[in-house]
Each structure stands twice: as structure tokens, then as C-alpha cells.
């Protein structure tokens, strides 16, 4: 997993990147929860320089797609 990714929720969550396991999702990550999903969201807004959709927001529960959302790939499920 790409170290960008990791950073942004060691960050986020007040965690050392290395603390920060490949599966990390919603609520297994100290921190992680509705408030800190919002903390989230806004520091990945602030990385990648735009607004979220609500799609994108409510889809954002794990390392991988904190990834996804970083480098603009999208799911396939999303392109179809």
C-alpha cells in the first residue's frame, strides 16, 4: 500500500504510519470513528483539492479506498 495513504491516516488519527495494518478499516483504526471519518474526509479533501461526493464519503472505510480516492482510480463497480 502506497505510503501516502498510510500518512494521511496516521495523521489523521494521531498514529505512527507503521501502526497503520494494510487492512485498516472503519473502526478498527484507534480513532476511527464518526467524527474521526469526518477528520478523514476533510484532510483527504485538503490533499487531493477537491470536495468529496457524498458517494465518495459514505464509500471510504478502509486503507485501500482512502488509496483509491488519492490517486483518482475508481472501483470498477463505479465505471460501470
Given amino acids: 500500500m502506497p505510503d501516502r495513504a498510510r500518512a494521511?491516516?496516521?495523521?489523521?488519527?494521531g498514529a505512527a504510519p507503521e501502526d497503520i495494518p494494510d487492512?485498516?478499516?472503519?473502526?478498527?483504526?484507534?480513532?476511527?470513528?464518526s467524527l474521526g471519518h469526518m477528520r478523514l474526509v476533510l484532510n483527504l479533501e485538503a490533499a487531493i483539492g477537491r470536495t468529496l461526493?457524498?458517494?465518495?464519503?459514505?464509500?471510504?472505510?478502509?486503507?485501500?479506498?482512502?488509496?483509491?480516492?488519492?490517486?483518482?482510480?475508481?472501483?470498477?463497480?463505479e465505471l460501470a
Avoid: N
Fill in 8 to 13: 494521511l491516516m496516521a495523521e489523521t488519527f
Fill in 23 to 33: 487492512d485498516a478499516g472503519l473502526g478498527a483504526v484507534a480513532g476511527w470513528d
Fill in 53 to 77: 461526493t457524498p458517494e465518495e464519503v459514505v464509500s471510504l472505510d478502509s486503507l485501500a479506498d482512502l488509496q483509491r480516492l488519492l490517486t483518482g482510480k475508481h472501483s470498477p463497480s
